[in-house]
């Protein structure tokens, strides 16, 4: 059952002050309800519940905790002194009140939830249309200097055209010589078949030069005079053109010469570290990782590796690369995605410590305690001694590895180890608070598990009355040890006291229903949220509480909780016989 707390108040005409010690409990773990004549503070294993003289105004009051201790400041909604706190009346009196009060305060954070929400909307709507502004004039823009473009394009596309077509005349016309030399016309000789014996000359091809003129061929040169007199050749030579009747020659249209053998082109593209196209919208992230990370980037052999066809990308090869991936995972709740890439960083360099320490923190999320205990103790076997003067950034990870494991022992129920991680722990932080409250929390569970450990012995020889005592005893010591109120509620069971029973099982539900991160030291060894063996814990404790109910004759409840364990066990013919038992005893009654 839970316990309430000690706290002391005082007022003045306008407002209420409510102090209230938190013994040790974290501030994560305070829960404050307020509504006009309702005050609620909730620390495991102690619930203030305050049913108020007069109204309050919630909207005005202020909480603060400083050195353990939860103030709470409310403002009278009618100024004038109270003289008593709580509200002097029946108990449906109470009730009645308190239900009114819980339902003004559930309409009026339903109003501002929706006043939220509207806010939120037409902020959103409106950051959308200046986008959706800012976009069209970035597409106009876009669209003019693309219409732009494309007119200078054509434009010089059309010149070149222009060009092509009407070229200009870049080659001037040689003065033929206006004294041409006199020569004597050759003896032409008649050939036995009646014809004359005309020599043709060879068509004389100009040089693969261009030519800055076109070459008057109706003078001689001096070289053309040698040949004549040495080889008796004709003495005047003139191009044969087809249909050129005034004897000068026509442009020649020089073709470029064959080309050489073409050989394969070696094309090296530029590296990059990332393998993601550059249409995608992250370069500014790849930029600002790669500044980050200049000093090991360039000691990264698969950065360097342009020339060697089988290189990977650096998803495949930087273990600092896939830490960083696997911390985005972990902010992001994803801890399936950060184990396995902390486990591809490992597979690469097994001596990375922040990356062994990180996946236990995984493992720890998702209930795989003994997997996170050995990644701890692997981490821990790398780290250097604090003898050994490591740097500050070493000793904080030393600290969280311990912590880590040691929260995995609790877990697992290894107290003892627990116990000691948490000792060594302490010894490198004595002053850290949170330390300090873990490592009292972890020796009251290890004295529960002492007194737990001897009722189990009695419970497995059937005596009841002994082990219930046993039970008791560790109950004592922690309110909240989960294994001993089940255990004790199956010993009222045993024993026909229904109502033991019925209690001990509602408190062990709670502490069941619970979805606490295990970051902290826990109730006691509870499995994880969402696995089998913690359904299992749910369904016996059902089950347990159902028969109590049953045996109150209180078939209504008792059907409900047959009802949720049938839920979690479909297919059992045993809870289903019983729900129809229990449906049969509510008729008949």
């Known amino acids: 059952m839970p316990l309430t707390p000690q706290f002391t108040w005082e007022e003045d005409v306008s407002s209420i002050a409510l102090r209230v010690p938190l013994k040790g409990a974290s501030r994560k773990d305070v829960d404050i309800y307020v509504a006009d004549l309702v005050v609620k503070v909730n620390f495991k294993p102690y619930v203030l519940l305050v049913d108020l003289h007069a109204a309050v105004e919630p909207e005005n009051t202020t909480v603060t905790i400083t050195n353990g201790v939860v103030v709470l400041v409310a403002q009278k909604h009618e100024r004038r002194v109270w003289k008593q706190l709580g509200f002097d009346g029946t108990k449906a009196d109470c009730l ?3 239900k009114a009060s819980m339902a003004r305060k559930e309409a009026y954070e339903q109003k501002l ?32 200097l693309k219409a732009t473009e494309k007119q200078r394009e054509e434009d010089a596309m059309y010149r070149t055209f222009r060009d092509l077509q009407h070229p200009p005349s870049t080659q001037s016309t040689k003065r033929r010589s206006s004294t041409p030399i006199a020569v004597e016309p050759p003896i032409l000789e008649m050939t036995p078949e009646g014809e004359f014996d005309i020599p043709r000359r060879s068509i004389v091809v100009p040089s693969p030069p261009p030519r800055e003129e076109e070459q008057d061929w109706g003078t001689s040169s001096d070289t053309e005079s040698d040949d004549y007199s040495n080889n008796n050749s004709p003495i005047l030579e003139t191009p044969i053109e087809n249909g050129d009747d005034d004897g000068e020659d026509e442009d020649v249209t020089q073709w470029p010469p064959p080309r050489q053998q073409v050989t394969a082109s070696r094309i090296v593209f530029t590296p990059r570290v990332f393998p993601t196209p550059s249409r995608e919208s992250t370069a500014v992230d790849e930029e600002n990782w790669l500044v980050k ?111 880590r494991r040691g929260t995995a022992y609790c877990q697992l129920g290894l107290y003892s180890q627990a116990k000691a991680d948490y000792g060594v722990a302490l010894t490198i932080h004595p002053q850290n608070e949170a330390l300090q409250l873990d490592f009292g929390r972890i020796g009251q569970l290890e004295a529960c598990a002492v007194w737990k450990s001897k009722g189990d012995a009695s419970y497995a020889s059937q005596d009841f009355v002994t082990a219930k005592a046993m039970y008791t005893e560790a109950l004592h010591v922690d309110p909240t040890f989960i294994s001993c109120l089940s255990n004790r509620a199956a010993c009222s069971l045993a024993l026909l006291d229904a109502k033991a029973c019925i209690a001990d099982c509602s408190v062990a539900l709670a502490i069941l229903e619970d979805t606490l991160s295990p970051t902290m030291v826990p109730y006691s060894a509870i499995p994880a949220p969402g696995s089998a063996k913690r359904r299992l814990w749910v369904l016996k404790t059902l089950v347990r509480r159902g028969a109590a109910f049953t045996m109150e004759k209180d078939y209504a409840k008792a ?31």
């Not at 059907?559 to 509510?586: C, F, G, I, T």
């Open 293 to 403: 990370n200049r000093k090991h980037l360039k000691s990264h052999k698969g950065l360097h590796a342009a020339a060697a066809t089988a290189a990977q990308d650096i998803s495949e090869t930087d273990p600092v690369w896939l830490k960083a991936k696997g911390d985005d995972f972990y902010r992001h709740k994803d801890f399936r995605s950060a184990i396995n890439a902390y486990g591809d960083a490992l597979a690469i360099d097994p001596s990375l410590t922040p990356c062994l320490s990180n996946r236990a923190a995984c493992f720890l999320q998702v209930g795989e305690y003994q997997l996170c205990a050995d990644d701890c103790s692997k981490a821990l076997a790398l780290l250097p001694d604090i003898g050994d003067t490591p740097s500050m950034q070493t000793v904080q990870l030393k600290v969280r590895v311990l912590v």
């Open 113 to 144: 939830s929706e006043a939220r929400k509207d806010l939120k909307y037409r902020n959103e709507k409106q950051t959308l249309r200046d986008q959706m502004s800012l976009d069209e004039l970035e597409r106009q823009r876009l669209d003019d």
């Open 96 to 98: 009645a009140r308190r």
């Open 559 to 589: 059907e409900q909780d047959y009802m949720d364990a049938l839920s979690l066990d479909p297919p059992n013919a045993q809870l289903a016989d019983d729900l129809a038992n229990v449906r049969r005893l509510k008729r008949a009654g």
